[in-house]
């Protein structure tokens, strides 16, 4: 708008010049012509000011959509990072401990193992709900989303170390299975 009134001005201020200094009034027209482009060079300059902020706007909103995305995408994995975790623990963890090979003494070891996993998992999720749902935690979305990221990568980890165990504990198992077939078979000497 102040390019707009600056341009009228100068326009009338060298209108009254090339009439004071005694222009032929035919010229006048020039002038006229010239004004009527500078009003309209404005108006365009205004439309380009306009959709370069309508961009930037756009911007902004392609970036935090973006961003949520991201965030959505951390909490299903995170989800389904943990739906695996207490999967294995229902599961396999169970036939561990049930399984005649494990000593009674070594039940409370692999129960405790499995136990802090699920402990960490549980705070992890706390903690995502926390971020989620709490504006006590003045956090923008992208910081948010490399949040839950983190702790989408931990929980993770947390899931393979659950396998490791189990497949530890599973060889272990398996093991002593055979050795205890070793050691009771029959021979026909």
């Known amino acids: ?108 070891r692999v129960s405790q193992s499995f136990e802090v996993i699920i402990e960490n998992s549980i705070e992890d999720l706390d903690f995502v709900q926390q971020i989620l749902t709490s504006n006590s935690l003045k956090m923008t979305d992208a910081e948010r989303a490399t949040v839950l990221k983190e702790r989408e990568k931990r929980s993770k980890a947390m899931v393979d170390e659950a396998m490791r165990k189990t497949k530890r504990y599973n060889d272990i198992i398996s093991f002593r299975e055979m050795q205890d077939k070793i050691n009771n078979r029959t021979t026909d000497f």
Request: with cysteine.
């Open 1 to 108: 708008m102040r390019t707009l009134i600056f341009m009228c001005l100068l326009a009338l201020g060298t209108m009254q010049n090339a009439v004071a200094q005694g222009m032929p009034v035919y010229d006048n027209t020039n002038f006229i012509s010239l004004a009527k482009s500078l009003v309209e060079a404005g108006k365009q300059t205004k439309n380009i000011i306009k959709t370069v902020e309508f961009m930037k706007q756009q911007k902004e909103r392609i970036e935090k959509v973006s961003n949520v995305v991201k965030q959505l995408k951390a909490v299903r994995e995170l989800a389904r990072n943990n739906e695996r975790l207490f999967d294995v623990v229902r599961g396999d963890v169970r036939n561990i401990l049930n399984s005649p090979y494990i000593k009674a003494e070594e039940v409370a």
